[in-house]
Antibody, heavy 120, light 107 residues
Framework: QVQLVESGGGVVQPGRSLRLSCAAS????????IHWVRQAPGKGLEWVAF????????YYADSVKGRFTISRDNSRDSLYLQMNGLRPEDTAVYFC?????????????WGQGTLVTVSS | EIVLTQSPATLSLSPGERATLSCRAS??????LAWYQQRPGQAPRLLIY???NRATGIPARFSGSGSGTDYTLTISSLEPEDFAVYYC?????????FGGGTKVEIK
């Protein structure tokens, strides 16, 4: 069955960096675009970033552009989010989620999320 | 950026009742709209994609409709497990965006 498992969350001071990972299984990882979506405590969902199946295309929310970098390693069935210059407003649960089909950016499978807390 | 506005913010209903949730886009999203359900402490679950298509394993009591800028999620008869928060999401243009959510609570 399809599984997405995030890791790498934790408590970090403002201005510091953190790298999240998402391990995929149960589907052909290299055939699907993958996203990061976050949810601040008690708030709604916010799309963060996308990477195409082959890694050639990336898109970012304005709120993270220039600070966050999405990448993937298809040989390891893994997705990453490098977060630099973290701010308190980046505090959230970060989910990875896969495209339902090629270029159809609705999310049919989600991980359980990893919590990132930015605080001094 | 396409802004999605969901209404109402909270819907108070009893089990067995019909729920009607609305999502309005700031510009046409050409039916490229999805609905998700999120229960407390869980990841979202895809219910409806491209406005009216039920995702795999989703019960028939969930249906989606709409076009252009106005979309509706209908739950024909609420089951206890349907009390949750529902989000719409568009894939018509970057950045992808979500609505603010509608909480369906037990009356």
């Amino acid at each position: 069955q399809v599984q997405l498992v995030e890791s790498g969350g934790g408590v970090v001071q403002p201005g510091r960096s953190l790298r999240l990972s998402c391990a995929a299984s149960g589907f052909t990882f290299s055939s699907y675009g993958i996203h990061w979506v976050r949810q601040a405590p008690g708030k709604g969902l916010e799309w963060v970033a996308f990477i195409s199946y082959d890694g050639r295309d990336q898109y970012y929310a304005d709120s993270v552009k220039g600070r966050f970098t999405i990448s993937r390693d298809n040989s390891r069935d893994s997705l990453y989010l490098q977060m630099n210059g973290l701010r308190p407003e980046d505090t959230a649960v970060y989910f990875c989620a896969k495209d339902r089909r090629w270029k159809q950016h609705h999310f049919d499978y989600w991980g359980q999320g990893t919590l990132v807390t930015v605080s001094s | 950026e396409i802004v999605l506005t969901q209404s109402p913010a909270t819907l108070s209903l009893s089990p067995g009742e019909r729920a009607t949730l609305s999502c309005r886009a700031s510009q046409s999203v050409s039916s490229y709209l999805a609905w998700y359900q999120q229960r407390p402490g869980q990841a979202p679950r895809l219910l409806i994609y491209d406005a009216s298509n039920r995702a795999t394993g989703i019960p028939a009591r969930f249906s989606g409709s709409g076009s252009g800028t106005d979309y509706t999620l209908t739950i024909s008869s609420l089951e206890p497990e349907d009390f949750a928060v529902y989000y719409c999401q568009q894939r018509s243009d970057w950045p992808l965006t979500f609505g603010g959510g509608t909480k369906v609570e037990i009356k």
